[in-house]
């Protein structure tokens, strides 16, 4: 079996383009709107403080620009410094330094959600009663973009069949949570957690409802005894 590690589920952020050439619901503020802002990169969040860019740059370019262009840290610079860069000036210099400000206050609180970014943390989040289950049991794991966890749900108990499991099932707690992605996982009785056609036939069709809801499956994890199976690992996600 793969060992339960590997790189981290979560996606990098987009390379700068103009709002206009966005889809509508693609746009940081409608993102923001339906998905929360941990859905958002942290070129889109800075873009949505900036509002706007100047003549022939656009707001997401001066976002990169100015992720990309202080090697200190952006948060790190100095009022005086950022307020000369074109297209900030005072006022969103002001407001970028009490932001980054207000987040350093805020981050000394402790976050204690758990961050299941690869197969070894989802298996840690799997109950020992799920593993030694008689019955196939089905979780779903609603992520933020940072991959923490926002909430664990049972989907079904039973036998996974494709007829069985309805991508509503799977994806309706993920907009009710607001989750950038979703990782399922699924126990076999027999101790063998190689995939059935069954198995397989229901990832594709939760990664097809993924992409067009655009909250992706980042994997399907079978675990049976002390083995466990991952689709993302296997590639067979696409």
Do not use: W
Request: charged share 20%; glycine share 8%; aromatic share 6%.
């Amino acid at each position: 079996m793969n060992q339960a590690g590997m790189a981290c589920y979560a996606s990098a952020p987009a390379a700068g383009i103009f709002l206009r050439d966005l889809h509508p619901v693609e746009r940081p503020r409608e993102k923001l709107a339906r998905s929360g802002p941990e859905a958002l990169s942290d070129q889109e969040l800075l873009a949505l403080v900036l509002r706007t860019g100047y003549a022939g740059r656009s707001v997401m370019d001066l976002a990169a620009a100015l992720l990309e262009g202080f090697p200190g840290g952006l948060s790190a610079t100095p009022f005086g410094e950022l307020s000369r860069v074109k297209g900030v000036g005072a006022s969103r210099a002001a407001a970028l330094v009490a932001g980054f400000e207000l987040a350093r206050r805020f981050s000394a609180r402790p976050d204690h959600r758990p961050v299941l970014d690869c197969p070894a943390r989802v298996l840690e989040a799997i109950p020992d009663e799920v593993r030694a289950g008689r019955k196939e049991h089905l979780l779903a794991f609603y992520l933020n973009a940072r991959s923490q966890l926002l909430h664990r749900e049972t989907v079904s108990i039973g036998t996974l069949q494709a007829s069985l499991v309805h991508p509503r099932e799977v994806f309706s707690p993920a907009l009710a949570h607001s989750a950038a992605a979703v990782v399922v996982a699924h126990n076999h009785p027999s101790g063998d957690c190689n995939p059935s056609a069954d198995d397989r036939d229901a990832t594709r069709r939760l990664v097809r409802a993924g992409e067009i809801l655009g909250v992706p499956l980042l994997d399907h994890i079978i675990v049976a005894g002390t083995g466990f199976f991952s689709f993302r690992e296997r590639g067979l996600l696409s």
